[in-house]
């Protein structure tokens, strides 16, 4: 005979095993071909010795420039539609970091009649690793419909494309 505490149990350990199977499956629900997309850039996150001492390096921006037109180009390869961040350019500029700004990107991205939001950072923990991210977010629901983050090694410019790449190819527009 079961009991209802023991019923309950069994409810709570069904709940804590199917969540997060049911959360990534979100993850993999097929892109809308032709949605607008609010792309607000690509975050560099300088906190290796070498930034704090010697500050920005022009190769690094150029990079996070590189990844950013990079990724720009593949939306509109997959279909999709990049939005102009000119009616948000004031507001863009005085956020530091819109992949971590408690929804300001959901709100900038609907000011511009997005269907997505797209952010991405790159995090410099030494000039042999880095991290890079990229989250894809449905403006209306605020629900993440991808995300990925990899690391790489070697402060190139191909190193940083094969990461972003990775990203794109391996999650964001797998067949």
Not at 76 to 82: H, L, S
Not at 141 to 148: E, N, Q
């Amino acid at each position: 005979m079961v009991t209802l505490g023991r019923m309950q149990r069994i409810l709570i350990i069904v709940m804590l095993v199917l969540t997060p199977v049911l959360a990534l499956a979100a993850l993999d629900k097929p892109l809308m071909r032709g949605a607008r997309v609010a792309f607000l850039g690509i975050t560099f996150i300088d906190t290796s010795t070498e930034g704090a001492y010697n500050g920005e390096r022009p190769d690094q921006t150029a990079r996070t420039r590189l990844l950013e037109e990079t990724t720009r180009q593949r939306f509109r390869d997959e279909g999709f539609v990049i939005l102009a961040n000119d009616p948000i350019a004031e507001e863009l500029a005085r956020t530091t970091n819109p992949a971590d700004c408690y929804g300001c990107e959901l709100r900038m991205a609907e000011r511009l009649g997005a269907d997505y939001v797209l952010v991405g950072e790159v995090q410099k923990v030494s000039n042999l690793i880095l991290s890079m991210n990229l989250v894809l977010t449905d403006v209306k629901t605020g629900v993440t419909l991808r995300a990925l983050a990899v690391d790489i090694r070697s402060n190139t410019d191909e190193s940083w494309l094969r990461g972003i790449n990775y990203i794109m190819k391996n999650h964001f527009f797998k067949s």
